[in-house]
């Protein structure tokens, strides 16, 4: 899939090519792409709409149209979306281009940490962060998500911080908006959904369901992954008959469900080290939705998020704070409805498309000059 839209507020109005190994519609690529087009940016796009199962077949599948269109036209600027870690060489091959690369994860921090599939100090593992460093520093520039994740690869990998720059996940606002509270309850509706893997901490929610099983809270999990059978054995393990496993369900069904809940749990409940650089893309999702939010009480969450007047934050894999903050906005809607109207006016002062697309623009000015 190839497309063309209009011009970047820059007296050349130059021309830029944006490809992403991952489907145009995972989220990160969607809305970094709505947003430059809300900017009035020239962008022809590179990708695949369809779901991805397979990133290297993908980016097999890419690499020839990505190379014919770098060699027949003058690109003043590439933009390497996610995932594309095995995109950026080719980019560098076929043009002299600056080169901005949202790298988003980090391969190393995911396999190695986040999921623990490969040993960081086995050869292959040693590989991967090899990998990282060399892809993060043969470009021009990187995007990230938060500061904290920005502070981690610099870090990590030794990386200039004055190559980086941090652009919230945010999040599509004509599919996720607000819409009218659910109405007067007797029974507190708490969402969550998600791909069952660790950093998720769906078991902290499992056991804070147990505390409240007592209380007229219905918890309604929505989502599949590689725990997801583990999650349902420990929901029978505790014997809990107020929460409903659901199966993932298309992004516009996701906002109908956010509309129909009182309460949203954002996580990450877990407490690995990514948990706490990174905001779920879900919170993004609440927060335009104008829905009370309840999230982990994370360095990155609580860079966005004020505990008590844009969401209520409690302790990474705590179950009974966890269970304690859903009882006190089952008991108070009126705290429900402020802290809706925080999360809301928060997420258009700092993680609208209109303002990602400005800070975009301005880091594309800049390499541009």
Known sequence: MIARTSALGHTAHPHILFVAGRELTYTRNDVLTRALRRQGTAL?????????RSISRTTAHLLPMLASRLLRHRY??????????????????????????????????????????????????????QFDAHICRSVHHLLLDTPQHVAYFVDTFGLDARR???????????IFYPRPAPS????????????????????????????????????????????FDAMKGLAAELHLKNVEFLPPVPLAFLAEEIANAHICLGGHFG????????VPGKIYQMMASRRAI?????????ALLA????????????????????????????L??????????????????????????SIMTALLA
């Open 44 to 52: 022809d796009v590179i990708g695949v709409s369809q779901q991805v």
């Open 76 to 129: 003043d600027l590439v933009m390497v979306g996610f995932y594309g870690y095995l995109l950026a060489p080719a980019v560098r091959m076929f043009t002299q281009a600056p080169l901005l690369f949202d790298a988003f994860v980090s391969n190393y921090d995911t396999l190695c940490f986040d999921r623990q599939v490969v040993a960081p100090t086995s050869l292959l593992g040693r590989a991967i962060y």
């Open 164 to 174: 980086i720059s941090w652009i919230p996940v945010g999040c599509n606002e004509e």
């Open 184 to 227: 007067k309850h007797d029974t507190t509706v708490v969402l969550h959904y998600s791909t069952f893997l660790p950093l998720h901490g769906v078991d902290v929610i499992l056991r804070a369901a147990a505390h409240l099983r007592a209380k007229p809270v219905h918890f309604r999990l929505i989502g599949d992954g590689p725990l």
């Open 271 to 278: 407490s690995s080290g990514k948990s706490q650089r990174v």
């Open 294 to 302: 309840i999230a982990a009480d994370s360095p990155a969450n609580r």
């Open 307 to 334: 505990h008590g007047i844009s969401a209520l934050l409690t302790p990474a894999g705590d179950p009974e704070q966890l269970a304690s903050a859903i009882l006190h906005l089952h008991e108070n809607p009126a």
């Open 336 to 361: 429900c409805a402020s802290l809706a109207d925080g999360a809301y006016h928060t997420f258009e002062m700092e993680c609208s498309e209109q303002v990602i697309g400005a800070r975009l623009s």
